[in-house]
Antibody, heavy 121, light 110 residues
Framework: EVQLLESGGGLVQPGGSLRLSCAAS????????MSWVRQAPGKGLEWVSAISGSAGNTYYADSVKGRFTISRDNSKNTLYLQMHSLGAEDTAVYYCAKDRLGVPTGYFDYWGQGTLVTVSS | QSVLTQPPSASGTPGQRVTISCSGS????????VYWYQHLPGTAPKLLIFRNNQRPSGVPDRFSGSKSGTSASLAISELRSEDEADYYCATWDDSLSGVIFGGGTKLTVL
């Protein structure tokens, strides 16, 4: 059974940093691209970042480029999102999502339950 | 404002058929596959349609997808109360080099 379990969310002050993790199980982790998708309060889904299965390529939404870094440790079956210079606009539930292919396409066949990030003083 | 345009809301009565549109451009919908997701508050989004018109196992055949040119649509027939949710289209955008979602459509079953 495929499972994606996010962790690392919480309350952080504006300008602060946070690292999210997503522990994956039930599939060959290194074979699939992974993404982070977020939903701000009262807003729709927003794709944040993706990484290819081999970790050779990373992709970012313009809204987070230069502030967020996606990475993965295929030996630990874990996906990460390092977030810096956080602002109120980054307050959201962050979902980890598995792509159906080794490169990102938007074909997310499995999602985690999400972890809440709140940026506030 | 989303690159993919969806109506913010849609509604229907039980048993009716509703359609949700998703409008994009050459760099996204026209050249890449479209995916549809159902999202209930507090839960993980669920894949409804992949590769424009394919249903994952377990998704009822009441749900169907189509694509033509730079637009796609999701149709839900025989509407049921449990279909009340937010629906999103998504695809890859070649110009942005990223995944894009539509703004979402809130479906209300009257």
């Amino acid at each position: 059974e495929v499972q994606l379990l996010e962790s690392g969310g919480g309350l952080v002050q504006p300008g602060g940093s946070l690292r999210l993790s997503c522990a994956a199980s039930g599939f060959t982790f290194s074979s699939y691209a992974m993404s982070w998708v977020r939903q701000a309060p009262g807003k729709g889904l927003e794709w944040v970042s993706a990484i290819s299965g081999s970790a050779g390529n990373t992709y970012y939404a313009d809204s987070v480029k230069g502030r967020f870094t996606i990475s993965r440790d295929n030996s630990k079956n874990t996906l990460y999102l390092q977030m810096h210079s956080l602002g109120a606009e980054d307050t959201a539930v962050y979902y980890c999502a598995k792509d159906r292919l080794g490169v990102p396409t938007g074909y997310f066949d499995y999602w985690g339950q999400g972890t809440l990030v709140t940026v506030s003083s | 404002q989303s690159v993919l345009t969806q109506p913010p809301s849609a509604s229907g009565t039980p048993g009716q058929r509703v359609t949700i549109s998703c409008s994009g451009s050459r760099s996204n919908i026209e050249t890449n596959n479209v995916y549809w997701y159902q999202h209930l508050p507090g839960t993980a989004p669920k894949l409804l349609i992949f590769r424009n018109n394919q249903r994952p196992s377990g998704v009822p055949d009441r749900f169907s997808g189509s694509k033509s040119g730079t637009s796609a649509s999701l149709a839900i027939s025989e509407l049921r109360s449990e279909d009340e949710a937010d629906y999103y289209c998504a695809t890859w955008d070649d110009s942005l080099s990223g995944v894009i979602f539509g703004g979402g459509t809130k479906l209300t079953v009257l």
